[in-house]
Nanobody, 125 residues
Framework: QVQLVESGGGLVQPGGSLRLSCAAS????????MGWFRQAPGKEREFVAR????????YYADSVKGRFTISRDNAKSTVYLQMNSLKPEDTAVYYC??????????????????WGQGTQVTVSS
């Protein structure tokens, strides 16, 4: 069983930055691809970013490309999401997730097996 715990959310002004962290335990972190998703009130959970097992490949939603950066430290069993130039529309609960499979649609939530509890990000002046 894999446990994922997010941290780093909070309130930030438009144009500001936040760095989210997701610490994993209970499994072999380097064997999972990792993703970040977000869910705003009244909306479906949407894909934000994904990183491959060794960190060599990354994928982003068009809405965050050029502003967000996903990274991982396998020695610390942690994945990060650096968020810059934040906008009010980035306001959501952000979740990290672990994908144990190979292939499939990396941008769909059902691809991922384990999920964290989420951390709130609010972008407002």
């Amino acid at each position: 069983q894999v446990q994922l715990v997010e941290s780093g959310g909070g309130l930030v002004q438009p144009g500001g930055s936040l760095r989210l962290s997701c610490a994993a335990s209970g499994g072999t972190f380097r064997s999972y691809a990792m993703g970040w998703f977000r869910q705003a009130p009244g909306k479906e959970r949407e894909f934000v970013a994904r990183i491959s097992r060794n960190g060599g490949r990354t994928y982003y939603a068009d809405s965050v490309k050029g502003r967000f950066t996903i990274s991982r430290d396998n020695a610390k069993s942690t994945v990060y999401l650096q968020m810059n130039s934040l906008k009010p529309e980035d306001t959501a609960v952000y979740y990290c997730a672990a994908d144990l499979s190979y292939g499939g649609s990396y941008y769909t939530p059902t691809q991922y097996t384990y999920w964290g509890q989420g951390t709130q990000v609010t972008v407002s002046s």
